[in-house]
């Protein structure tokens, strides 16, 4: 099984890119094999223009079209997922993330940016053709504490919980994903056929 994860903050230190980093890890741990994507890792230019003849860009576009689930997280800006995700999801197929699972995460100052989630980043994601959307996972600032000293992150005990169950959710809906048939396969069992009318 294959998730990769995009994060759209454009800052080093993000909360976003915690809840992101604690999710790879939750996967990791139960076999799962996560290839992580910062929107720092691509040149802006790039991203900006979209470039699509661009190595980093072809790299996403091809690790995006293997995977089995995608973990989207944001911080909220001015009550809308970040620019400069959104110039990373422009640089996506149209249909991306169609038979994906798809995890959307956001963070916020407070509580009043949750809907962001709801009338900012799912629409794109639903453009990009994503059919099994789960229900975002949204933190304000308060929920996570920064680790000082070298020390982790810390998250409520209510945002832990629903963290975690979000997290057991996506699992569960990638294994319920039906494997896919080999063209080859699937071209053989439709010649060998027996066809009535």
């Known amino acids: 099984m294959l998730v990769v994860s ?17 999710a790879k890890h939750w996967l990791q741990l139960r076999g799962v094999e996560v290839i ?20 980093a860009v072809q790299q996403l576009i091809e690790q ?8 989207i997280a944001t911080p909220v800006y001015k009550a809308s997922f970040s620019g400069a995700l959104k110039t990373l999801l422009d640089v996506l197929p149209e249909r991306a993330l169609n038979h994906k699972v798809v995890l959307p995460i956001a963070t916020g100052g407070s509580s009043a940016h949750m809907l962001a989630v709801d009338y900012a980043l799912k629409p794109v994601l639903a453009a990009l053709k994503a059919q099994e959307m789960l229900h975002a996972i949204f933190a304000d600032d308060s929920q996570i504490a920064y680790g ?9 005990p209510a945002l832990e919980q629903r963290f975690d169950d979000a997290l057991q959710h996506f699992q569960q809906a990638l294994a319920r994903r039906p494997a896919p048939i080999d063209p080859g396969v699937l071209n053989d069992r439709l010649i060998n056929a027996r066809w009535s009318i």
């Open 148 to 156: 000082e000293n070298g020390a982790a992150a810390q998250l409520t």
């Open 64 to 71: 995006v079209e293997r995977a089995d689930g995608v973990i």
């Open 6 to 22: 995009l994060g759209g903050s454009p800052s080093l230190k993000s909360r976003s890119n915690i809840l992101l980093d604690r």
């Open 36 to 55: 992580s994507y910062q929107v720092r890792d691509f040149n802006a230019e790039d991203l900006l223009f979209a470039n699509f003849g661009s190595p």
